[in-house]
């Protein structure tokens, strides 16, 4: 069973910087990629970022372009989401995703084509 547990969440200020944290158990399974995703009240549950892990490459909603990196630490299997300049619309819950496919995780462009889910960690902007 993959379990991922995210860490990290916190209460700052606009302009701020927070590095959230997901530790993934991912056993004997092959990871092709992994993301991040959020979710505001009363929104719907949207990615930020993912990576793919054969060369790293990367993808990021537009509005944090410039301000978030995503990126990975193989050896702890743990990836990682470093925000600069925070807004208060970076409010929410933030998970950890992937989807288990064909005993490999890869990643699934929206939500609800996600199947492995942390619990989330809250990150809260004010300004």
Do not use: H
Not at 25 to 44: H, I, N
Not at 76 to 81: A, E, G, I, P, S
């Amino acid at each position: 069973q993959v379990q991922l547990v995210e860490s990290g969440g916190d209460s700052v200020q606009a302009g701020g910087s927070l590095r959230l944290s997901c530790a993934a158990s991912t056993y004997s399974l092959s990871v092709d990629c992994m993301g991040w995703f959020r979710q505001a009240p009363g929104k719907e549950r949207e990615g930020v970022a993912r990576i793919w892990f054969g060369g790293d490459v990367t993808w990021y909603v537009d509005s944090v372009k410039g301000r978030f990196t995503i990126s990975r630490d193989a050896a702890k299997n743990t990836l990682y989401l470093q925000m600069n300049s925070l807004k208060p619309e970076d409010t929410g819950t933030y998970y950890c995703a992937a989807k288990l496919w064909r005993n490999k995780l890869v990643c699934g462009a929206s939500a609800g084509d996600n199947n492995i889910w942390g619990q989330g960690t809250q990150v809260t902007v004010s300004s």
